[in-house]
Antibody, heavy 120, light 107 residues
């Protein structure tokens, strides 16, 4: 069974940092592009970043470019999101998502989400 | 960035109803359009990818159509478990933007 389990959320200080992790199991992690998506309270979904299978190709949304860094450790089957310069607007549920293999991008598996709250 | 809009923003329907949700892109996205279902407190679930391809395990009452800028998600006969919020998403180019969602609730 495909599983994605996020961790690392919690209370962050404005201007501070947090590091999210997404542990994958039940599939060949190194064979899939991966993404981070967030959902602000009572709002819609916002795609944040993607990373290709070997970590050599990365894209970010403008809202997080220069502040967030996506990375992966294929040996440990784990995806990361390093978040810096946090603001209240970063308060959201953060999901990792797996990209369908071999076709146009679509997110066929999602984690349960981890909540980030930025407040002093 | 490609902007996605959905209509209606919400609808009330009864079990057994045929439901259609529309999604429009601000520019042509070919068939790079996905549909997701989200229930409260849960992660989104992929229903349809590439505009009309049904994801494995998704009931056949769900279907998608369209190309270019205009797309539809149809639920042929609404079931109680279908009451949820539905989002479209373009995967033509980054950032992979989502529509604002359509909430389907019980009439």
């Amino acid at each position: 069974e495909v599983q994605l389990v996020e961790s690392g959320g919690g209370l962050g200080q404005p201007g501070g940092s947090l590091r999210l992790s997404c542990a994958a199991s039940g599939f060949t992690f190194s064979g899939h592009w991966m993404h981070w998506v967030r959902q602000c309270p009572r709002k819609g979904l916002e795609w944040l970043s993607r990373i290709n299978s070997d970590g050599s190709r990365i894209h970010y949304a403008d809202s997080v470019k220069g502040r967030f860094t996506i990375s992966r450790d294929n040996a440990k089957k784990t995806l990361f999101l390093q978040m810096t310069s946090l603001t209240a607007e970063d308060t959201a549920v953060y999901y990792c998502a797996r990209d369908i293999k071999g076709g146009p991008t679509a997110f066929d598996s999602w984690g349960q989400g981890t909540t980030v709250t930025v407040s002093s | 960035d490609i902007q996605m809009t959905q209509s209606p923003s919400s609808l009330s329907a009864s079990v057994g109803d045929r439901v259609t949700i529309t999604c429009r892109a601000s520019q042509s996205i070919d068939i790079y359009l996905n549909w997701y279902q989200q229930k409260p407190g849960r992660a989104p679930k992929l229903l349809i990818y590439s505009a009309s391809s049904i994801q494995s395990g998704v009931p056949s009452r769900f279907s998608g159509s369209g190309s270019g800028t205009d797309f539809t998600l149809t639920i042929s006969s609404l079931r109680p478990e279908d009451f949820a919020t539905y989002y479209c998403q373009q995967s033509f180019s980054t950032p992979y933007t989502f529509g604002p969602g359509t909430k389907v609730d019980i009439k």
